[in-house]
C-alpha cells in the first residue's frame, strides 16, 4: 500500500487513513506531499494512542489529525476526502462484540459476509468528493459481491501478492456517482 500511495496522493488532497493501526500510511503520506491534510482514525483507542507516538517520533505529528471512532461515525461532513485508504481487517471471521474490547481480533475479523468492508463501501461514497478515490486492501477469502457496486464506483486492481492460503490484492476504487 504505501508503495502505491507515492502514485496516488495528489497536492492538496485530504486523505483519511482508516483504521490507521500503528499509523504507517498516514505517516508515510505525510512524507510524499508537503500540502496534503492527513486524517487518522481508528476503532482501537489504544492503535490511535500509538500511531500519536510514532508520529511524534517521525515528526509529523503536527501534520495528522488523529481521531478514534468506528468507520465514518466520527465525520459529519459529508463529501469531504480527495482519498481514502483503508487496509481492512482482512480475515473472514466473526466479529467480535465490541462491548467485550477485544481490539486485536478486530484488526483481522471482518465479519463473514465481509460486514467491514460492505459497511465501508457503502459509507465511503458520500464521503468522498466528486472522482474521489480509495486505496483498499482485499483479500481472495473475502465474499464481496462487487456487482452491487457496479455504477457507484470504479475497481482497478493495482497489485497482488500471494501468501500461504490467499491472495491479498490492492485495489483503486474511484466514485462515479
Ligand atoms: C489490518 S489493520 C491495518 C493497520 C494499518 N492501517 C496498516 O496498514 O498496517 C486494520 C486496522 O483497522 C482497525 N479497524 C477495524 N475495524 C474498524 C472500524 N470499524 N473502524 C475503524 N477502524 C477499524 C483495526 O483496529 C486495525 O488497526
Redesign the pocket.
Request: aromatic share 10%.
Given at each position: 500500500?504505501a508503495d502505491y500511495l507515492k502514485h496516488e496522493i495528489r497536492s492538496k488532497d485530504i486523505i483519511l487513513?482508516?483504521?490507521?493501526?500503528?499509523g504507517?500510511?498516514a505517516i508515510t503520506a505525510t512524507t510524499l506531499k508537503d500540502d496534503v491534510r492527513v486524517i487518522a482514525?481508528?476503532?482501537?483507542p489504544i492503535?490511535v494512542k500509538n500511531a500519536v507516538k510514532n508520529a511524534k517520533l517521525n515528526n509529523v505529528n503536527e501534520r495528522i489529525e488523529f481521531i478514534h471512532?468506528?468507520?465514518f461515525q466520527p465525520f459529519l461532513k459529508k463529501e469531504y476526502f480527495n482519498l481514502i485508504?483503508f487496509?481492512?481487517?482482512?480475515l473472514p471471521l466473526p466479529l467480535p462484540d465490541q462491548k467485550k474490547q477485544d481490539?486485536i481480533s478486530?484488526?483481522?475479523a471482518q465479519g463473514i459476509g465481509s460486514d467491514?468492508i460492505q459497511?465501508f463501501l457503502l459509507e465511503s461514497n458520500s464521503y468522498l468528493k466528486e472522482n474521489g478515490r480509495i486505496l483498499l486492501i482485499i483479500s481472495t477469502l473475502s465474499n464481496i459481491d462487487f456487482k452491487r457496486w457496479e455504477g457507484t464506483y470504479s475497481f482497478e486492481r493495482l497489485s497482488e501478492r500471494a501468501f500461504f492460503f490467499e491472495k491479498l490484492i490492492l485495489l483503486k476504487i474511484t466514485k462515479v456517482r
Open positions: 500500500m487513513d482508516l483504521g490507521t493501526g500503528c504507517i500510511q482514525t481508528d476503532i482501537n492503535a471512532g468506528d468507520l485508504i487496509n481492512p481487517p482482512y481490539w478486530l484488526a483481522w467491514i459497511r
